[in-house]
């Protein structure tokens, strides 16, 4: 008797080998009544490992990958079974809490460190071959990486309760006038143990862990604050587009309503002029949920709010595929401006995509500008705005704030520009 492919429960007679070491198995037993016998052969003798009774586990390790099965189980009494597949564990952690995940992982990682010790008895009580050990430190080394995502998760978590991050904040530029004409806002985190931490390093694990919403609440409630100063500190003559700043907004975000209508309500409150906030969006999240995102740009437009794509031409998504939604910037990616003049491929992608980009109505900006010559080859096509350590590099909020009451910050505006 074996478990057939839809079976959930099944009894076994005394005496029956559920399986035999050195066959695949795709499949877990839990035991809800009976004892199984946990055996695996040495010179050819029976070894026993373990008598389990109700509510243990065993062939947990056909959940993790294909080995063959280490031991052999035998029902020592009539015994009933619930099965557990291998494809119903990796859907249910697919879905899952993230810490509930992270903690299944773990324990998994516990059952292959356990092989290795298996295999080692296995050998009579010689040293363990470099097969054994190998398996063994990758155990080892998964389940500590596991429980270094774990601890760093929760510390993303305190560090979303306690406001913990902070903002600085990237001129964006005019080439038309050489006005600062907004910011970008970027987090950092200055952690008291693991010193400043990249954006790169935390944002990827709270999106898995489905904490970016926190932060990206954090980061647009800050930025509504810092508009109303400027609101109130900077008043640009009359016909002049407000200082805005553009804020980094994760497809989760995008996704909950939630996190929508906290914008909406937090922009009425501070009484902000919403032209003054730009949500940035990936083309990933313009893909991955093109009605909602276009439901959500259509409610945010409807407002005031203005939108953008950030990165544009890493993704997927074309101009063409952008009519349909109320995107009025588009942010050129750092790699295209990087190497558009060394690289005629992607100089000629530059000069498409703001040339198709104009054609549409959308306004430009290009990031990532370091160099004179990046600057004069992008007006040179006419793109409105740039952004870049040419420029500038971020800058603390104060500063900022300084800046954006400066006056141009090309001081020789376009006319030098020109001569090149």
Same mark, same amino acid.
């Given at each position: 008797?074996? $478990?057939?492919?839809?079976?959930?429960?099944t009894?076994?007679?005394?005496?029956?080998?559920?399986?035999?070491?050195?066959?695949?198995?795709?499949?877990?037993?839990?035991?809800?009544?009976?004892r199984?016998?946990?055996?695996? /052969?040495? +010179?050819?003798?029976?070894?026993?490992?373990?008598i389990?009774g109700?509510?243990?586990?065993?062939?947990? *390790?056909?959940?993790?990958?294909?080995?063959?099965?280490?031991?052999?189980?035998? $029902?020592?009494?009539?015994?009933?079974? @619930?099965?557990?597949?291998?494809?119903?564990?990796?859907?249910?952690?697919? %879905?899952?809490?993230?810490?509930?995940?992270?903690?299944l992982?773990?324990?998994?990682?516990?059952?292959?460190? *356990?092989?290795?010790?298996?295999?080692? *008895?296995?050998?009579?009580? /010689?040293?363990?071959?470099?097969?054994?050990?190998?398996?063994?430190?990758?155990?080892?080394?998964?389940?500590?990486?596991?429980?270094?995502?774990?601890?760093?998760?929760?510390?993303?978590?305190?560090?979303?309760?306690?406001?913990?991050?902070?903002?600085?904040?990237?001129?964006?530029?005019?080439?038309?006038?050489?006005?600062? /004409?907004?910011?970008? #806002?970027?987090?950092?985190?200055? %952690?008291?143990?693991?010193? #400043?931490?990249?954006?790169?390093?935390?944002?990827?694990?709270?999106?898995?862990?489905?904490?970016?919403?926190?932060?990206?609440?954090?980061? @647009?409630?800050?930025?509504?604050?810092?508009?109303?100063?400027?609101?109130?500190?900077?008043?640009?003559?009359?016909?002049?587009?407000?200082?805005?700043?553009?804020? +980094?907004? !994760?497809?989760?975000?995008?996704a909950?309503?939630?996190?929508?209508?906290?914008?909406k309500?937090?922009?009425?409150?501070?009484?902000?002029d919403?032209?003054r906030?730009r949500?940035?969006?990936?083309?990933?999240?313009?893909?991955? +949920?093109?009605?909602?995102?276009?439901?959500?740009?259509d409610?945010?437009?409807?407002?005031?709010?203005?939108?953008?794509?950030?990165?544009?031409?890493?993704?997927?998504?074309?101009? $063409?595929?952008?009519?349909?939604? #109320?995107?009025?910037?588009l942010?050129?990616?750092?790699?295209?401006?990087?190497? &558009?003049?060394?690289?005629? +491929?992607?100089?000629?992608?530059?000069? $498409?995509?703001?040339? &198709?980009?104009?054609?549409l109505?959308?306004?430009?900006?290009?990031?990532?500008?370091?160099?004179?010559?990046?600057?004069?080859?992008?007006?040179?096509?006419?793109?409105?705005?740039?952004?870049?350590?040419?420029?500038?590099?971020?800058?603390?909020?104060?500063? #900022?704030?300084?800046?954006?009451?400066?006056?141009? &910050?090309? !001081?020789?505006?376009?006319?030098?520009?020109?001569?090149?």
């Open positions: 008797m074996s $478990a057939s492919e839809h079976e959930i429960r009894v076994f007679p005394a005496g029956h080998r559920i399986f035999i070491e050195g066959e695949k198995g795709d499949v877990a037993f839990i035991i809800e009544r009976g199984v016998e946990i055996a695996f /052969e040495r +010179n050819g003798r029976s070894v026993r490992v373990a389990l109700q509510g243990e586990i065993f062939g947990e *390790m056909a959940l993790i990958d294909d080995r063959p099965r280490s031991a052999t189980a035998t $029902a020592l009494v009539p015994t009933e079974v @619930v099965i557990v597949r291998r494809e119903q564990i990796r859907s249910s952690l697919k %879905h899952s809490d993230s810490t509930v995940r992270l903690l992982e773990v324990l998994l990682g516990r059952f292959r460190a *356990m092989q290795g010790r298996l295999d080692w *008895m296995a050998t009579d009580g /010689e040293a363990p071959g470099a097969a054994t050990r190998d398996l063994r430190d990758k155990a080892t080394e998964s389940h500590t990486e596991a429980i270094d995502r774990l601890k760093f998760q929760r510390e993303i978590e305190h560090a979303i309760e306690t406001g913990a991050f902070r903002l600085q904040l990237q001129p964006i530029v005019s080439l038309k006038d050489g006005n600062v /004409e907004g910011f970008e #806002a970027l987090v950092r985190w200055d %952690h008291a143990e693991r010193g #400043a931490i990249p954006p790169s390093q935390f944002i990827q694990l709270a999106e898995t862990a489905d904490l970016v919403q926190g932060i990206d609440r954090w980061v @647009v409630g800050r930025v509504i604050d810092i508009l109303a100063r400027l609101q109130r500190e900077h008043r640009r003559p009359a016909g002049e587009k407000p200082t805005y700043i553009a804020v +980094n907004l !994760s497809g989760h975000s995008i909950d309503d939630r996190v929508i209508a906290e914008i309500h937090g922009l009425r409150e501070v009484g902000v919403p032209k906030l949500l940035e969006i990936t083309e990933g999240a313009l893909i991955d +949920n093109p009605k909602k995102v276009s439901e959500v740009l409610d945010l437009s409807s407002v005031g709010v203005r939108a953008g794509i950030d990165d544009f031409g890493t993704g997927y998504s074309s101009l $063409a595929y952008l009519v349909g939604f #109320a995107i009025r910037t942010k050129i990616d750092r790699a295209f401006v990087q190497s &558009m003049l060394s690289n005629d +491929n992607s100089q000629e992608i530059v000069r $498409a995509i703001i040339g &198709m980009a104009h054609a109505g959308i306004e430009v900006v290009a990031e990532g500008v370091e160099s004179l010559e990046q600057l004069h080859a992008l007006w040179r096509m006419e793109c409105e705005c740039i952004q870049g350590f040419l420029l500038s590099r971020p800058l603390e909020v104060e500063t #900022a704030v300084t800046v954006a009451r400066s006056g141009p &910050m090309l !001081s020789t505006g376009p006319v030098l520009l020109g001569r090149y």
